[in-house]
């Protein structure tokens, strides 16, 4: 997708500060982190919501969260707690219409979000 923000950071046209990668997925710094762990995971493949998400896509989902697993367990926040989510169209707060497991951590998270 030539307009997308995250597949251009894949291609590399916007700068990311990428802590993972590998053949199906990228993580990168949110640029404006909510807490003192703030990463996105996102597949390679553009895909724009939760909801666009098919029955061949549950191995690249599993991935993701995969990914986030081994960031919380390098960034240091894997036994003191730390959330893995995705917001799925406006009311939810979704701005970035390719799918991105926000991976928050480093403080107390309140729950439930607002
Ligand atoms: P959403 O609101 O769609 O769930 O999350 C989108 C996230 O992308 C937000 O947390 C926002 O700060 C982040 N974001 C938006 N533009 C950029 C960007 O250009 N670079 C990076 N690293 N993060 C971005
Ligand atoms: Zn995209």
Redesign the pocket.
């Known amino acids: 997708m030539s307009d997308c923000?995250f597949c251009k950071?894949i291609n590399g046209e916007?700068p990311?500060?990428i802590v993972y990668q590998d053949d199906d997925v990228l993580a990168?710094?949110?640029?404006?982190p909510?807490a003192p762990l703030h990463v996105?995971v996102i597949p390679r493949k553009h895909i724009p919501t939760i909801n666009d998400l098919d029955s061949g896509d549950a191995e690249l989902v599993g991935k993701m969260y995969l990914a986030a697993k081994k960031i919380a367990a390098e960034e240091g926040v894997a036994e003191a707690g730390y959330r893995a989510l995705m917001?799925c169209n406006a009311g939810a707060?979704?701005?970035?219409f390719h799918i991105?497991l926000?991976v928050l951590g480093g403080r107390s998270l309140g729950w439930p979000p607002g």
């Open positions: 923000l950071i916007i990311g500060e990168f710094r949110d640029i404006n909510q996105l917001n707060g979704q701005t970035v991105h926000h």
